[in-house]
């Protein structure tokens, strides 16, 4: 009990060092080269260069600004359809994101010579930081939020999937506004940034969830606000003689805070065992 509440307690934290990590990679190796990022800070790069194309914005910088101005559609979105958990996670996330990137100087000389250099230190740091907010169960809000939103509406939609199709139309607007050698490296810097992301938080370790109750609704609550199967099996406890309800289902790590919430919010008295790392083939949802 106590390492579980130390560990809710170091989880604010966690969101705003990782939060400074990655403002810190984009403003001190990304950004000094005029190179973009993907998702909503994206966006804030590319609303940023249209409007110095026609306003003269001097040593402001706006990506900071832009960021959390985007998001704040989407935050209302995480309250009203996601969860109030990770609604304020996310504005924790998203929040700190935002003030760091307005506060941390972007240097005048990048202190990397080499762009590429730049460019592959940059992707693994801000990939770290992003990474360690989400291990702690944090979000940096942005595609995210929109992701997470679409793949409890649609079967068929996923994180991964949204963040491909909204990327893919962040580079090719770029096209537009940028030249080609400016846009391939920003691509690169997404390529490291993506993998050290996914070696930090490896969001997408399975677990087999077995849920034993008396209580009924766990299954439909669990199905309705998540879009997970569950499966129902009817068990006898071998010493009391009771009828038991025993719930199975496949998720991702990224889940279990949010269906252990929903499970206790139901059944406080509810037997929980989680086996992590299981394979599972066939129709399951890798929501990355």
Not at 29 to 58: E, N, T
Not at 93 to 117: H, K, N, Q, T
Request: charged share 15%; net charge neutral; glycine share 12%.
């Amino acid at each position: 009990m106590l390492e579980k509440m130390h560990q809710r307690w170091l989880q604010p934290f966690i969101v705003l060092a990782g939060a400074f990590i990655y403002a810190a990679g984009m403003n001190w190796f990304v950004i000094p080269f005029h190179l973009y990022s993907g998702g909503v800070l994206g966006i804030a790069q590319i609303i940023d260069l249209f409007l110095g194309k026609y306003i003269d914005l001097g040593a402001i910088n706006l990506n900071g600004i832009l960021y959390l101005v985007i998001n704040i559609p989407l935050l209302f979105l995480a309250w009203r359809s996601i969860g109030g958990v990770f609604f304020f996670k996310t504005l924790l996330g998203a929040g700190a994101i935002s003030l760091f990137m307005s506060v941390l100087p972007v240097p005048e000389v990048p202190i990397l010579d080499e762009r590429l250099a730049s460019v592959l230190v940059g992707g693994i740091v801000s990939g770290f930081g992003i990474g360690i907010i989400l291990f702690s169960r944090g979000s940096g809000g942005g595609l995210d939020i929109i992701g997470v939103w679409a793949s409890r509406k649609y079967k068929n939609a996923s994180v991964g999937k949204i963040s491909l199709m909204l990327n893919g139309a962040i580079y090719l607007a770029l096209l537009f506004l940028a030249d080609l050698e400016t846009v391939l490296y920003s691509l690169i810097y997404m390529v490291f940034f993506t993998m050290m992301l996914d070696r930090v938080h490896y969001q997408n370790i399975n677990l087999r969830l077995m849920v034993f109750t008396k209580k009924e609704g766990v299954d439909q609550k669990i199905m309705r606000q998540t879009g997970r199967g569950v499966t129902e099996w009817r068990g006898i406890g071998a010493y009391s003689g009771e009828d038991t309800r025993v719930l199975v289902s496949c998720i991702n790590k990224y889940e279990v805070g949010e269906i252990m919430d929903i499970i206790r919010g139901v059944d406080p008295d509810a037997f929980v065992i989680a086996d992590e790392g299981v394979h599972v083939s066939g129709n399951f949802e890798k929501r990355i």
